[in-house]
């Protein structure tokens, strides 16, 4: 579960920051989530460096070890010197966390964002000459997965994922077993993703995953597409307007203002009673979409609970 800190939570209007206020820690917001009771060691064997704000580390799992999960969940990650397990979504799909015939190992990856204030994210982004090859122990938990827990897959048509900045992490993990499992044309799958604009030039290696959705895409592993929208101070695109970035000699159009209902209207369609949403993203975006997506009043899409799936990053 993606979390900026462990002692404060930023509270967003507009997917701005205006105020940090207290909130609970990873345990506390999970203690009713499932748990696999397994405690596993992992190594820490590569990191890239994304952003200033955004890692991601490669976790290796010892040789012709497994670690099973769903597509979306999290781990309890207990780093050395620190009592409590800070909590970070898996973004990599639970195929690469299964050791392959060869002598490479299986891996999770985890998307991390810098934080002072979160005691595991701070140990994490030490300098990595420090941490690499540090061993962690992690364990498996979550409920925010795919396949969807209550409806039936065989009867779907549709799914659309609503990503939000770091909320993308899960829909990563959901979005590459699909690509696995699945015959091209079986389903439709869109991708709403939303994330502060860069500024030019914008390149993808710095715009978290966004070149894995678009290969996805563009190698036509699953039928569907990608819609990017950029908010915040981002150069010389005015708000509402289209834009592009430069990804593997294609242009990705953006537009620079925030996903709406609307956006996921227009890819639903006549699908609606054969669709499936993911949304993850801070709390007052996720707490707006589930809202306004299982609405009966007016400007309400009028979905049934059970076919609205989302988690908070906190």
Excluded at 175 to 203: C, K, N, T
């Amino acid at each position: 579960m993606a979390s900026p800190a462990d002692g404060e939570r930023a509270v967003y209007e507009e997917q701005e920051v205006v105020e940090v206020v207290p909130r609970e820690s990873h345990l506390e917001r999970t203690a009713n989530e499932p748990r696999n009771p397994s405690l596993h060691g992992v190594t820490i064997s590569h990191i890239d460096q994304i952003s200033n704000s955004i890692r991601v580390f490669r976790l290796d799992i010892p040789r012709k070890g497994t670690i099973k999960f769903l597509p979306g969940q999290w781990l309890d990650v207990h780093v050395p010197t620190i009592p409590k397990p800070g909590g970070f979504t898996i973004t990599s799909p639970p195929s690469s966390a299964t050791a392959p015939e060869t002598s490479h190992n299986g891996y999770l990856e985890l998307a991390i964002q810098r934080s002072s204030e979160n005691p595991a994210a701070a140990w994490l982004w030490q300098d990595p000459a420090l941490i690499l090859g540090a061993t962690l122990h992690v364990r498996v938990g979550g409920s925010f997965v795919w396949p969807p827990p209550v409806a039936a897959v065989s009867a779907l048509r549709k799914v659309v994922f609503v990503a939000g900045g770091v909320g993308i992490n899960p829909l990563m993990s959901m979005l590459s077993s699909l690509a696995e499992s699945l015959l091209p044309g079986a389903l439709d799958v869109h991708f709403l993703y939303s994330m502060r604009d860069p500024g030019p030039p914008r390149h993808v290696s710095a715009m978290l995953f966004l070149g894995r959705i678009v290969g996805v895409f563009a190698k036509g592993m699953l039928r569907g597409g990608l819609r990017l929208f950029l908010t915040g101070e981002g150069g010389h695109v005015p708000d509402g307007e289209q834009g592009v970035v430069s990804c593997a000699g294609a242009d990705v159009v953006f537009q620079r203002r925030r996903i709406s209902v609307g956006d996921v209207a227009a890819v639903l369609g006549p699908d609606r009673e054969s669709a499936v949403v993911y949304v993850c993203g801070v709390p007052t975006m996720t707490d707006h979409f589930v809202e306004k997506l299982t609405s009966r009043s007016k400007g309400g899409l009028g979905m049934e609970a059970d076919k609205v799936l989302f988690e908070k990053w906190w």
